[in-house]
C-alpha cells in the first residue's frame, strides 16, 4: 500500500511541476514596442525550445525566435500599501497601522530582441511564484544570462 502511494505522489507531484508551462505563465504587459497590446493586458507567455509565444486569449500576439533575444532583465518594484492601510484605519485604527507596516512586491522581467530589422522590447509583470521559473526558462533557451536591474547603475 505504501508503495502505490508512494508511486502515486511521484506521478501527481512530476505532472504538476512539468506540467506547468503547458498552458505557459500568466503575465502583465506592462510595456513595450508590441503593436496592438495596451499597457495591463492580460497575455500568456509560452516557452519552447526555439521560441518565446506571447498569446491573448487564442490568439498569437508575439513570437520571438530564441535566438533573436539579445537581453533578459529582471527587477522588482517594492512600496508600502499605504492605500490598504489607510482603508483599515477607517474601521480600525490598530489593524490600518500594522498594514502600514507591510511591504508588496511586484516582479518585471524585460526582454530585448533583434530579429535581422525587426528590433523591440518588452516588460511583464510575473506572479510571485513563476518569475523564477520564467527567467530560468528564459535563460534556458536564449542562453543569455538575465540582469538584476537592481545592481544596474545608470548614469545621465
Not at 60 to 76: F, P
Amino acid at each position: 500500500m505504501k508503495k502505490i502511494l508512494a508511486l502515486l505522489l511521484c506521478v501527481v507531484i512530476s505532472t504538476m511541476a512539468f506540467g506547468r508551462d503547458k498552458d505557459g505563465y500568466e503575465v502583465n504587459y506592462d510595456g513595450g514596442s508590441v503593436e496592438g497590446v495596451k499597457t495591463g493586458a492580460s497575455l500568456r507567455i509560452h516557452i519552447d525550445s526555439k521560441s518565446i509565444r506571447f498569446t491573448k486569449g487564442e490568439e498569437d500576439v508575439l513570437i520571438i525566435t530564441a535566438n533573436a533575444v539579445t537581453e533578459i532583465s529582471y527587477g522588482q518594484d517594492v512600496h508600502r500599501r499605504v492605500g490598504a492601510a489607510i482603508g483599515l484605519a477607517v474601521v480600525s485604527f490598530g489593524i490600518g497601522g500594522l498594514m502600514a507596516l507591510t511591504k508588496s512586491k511586484k516582479h518585471f522581467v524585460g526582454l530585448t530582441w533583434a530579429d535581422g530589422d525587426k528590433k523591440g522590447g518588452l516588460a511583464i509583470q510575473c506572479d510571485k511564484n513563476d518569475y523564477r521559473g520564467i527567467l530560468a526558462a528564459l535563460e534556458g533557451v536564449t542562453g543569455k544570462k538575465a540582469a538584476d536591474s537592481a545592481t544596474m547603475t545608470v548614469k545621465n
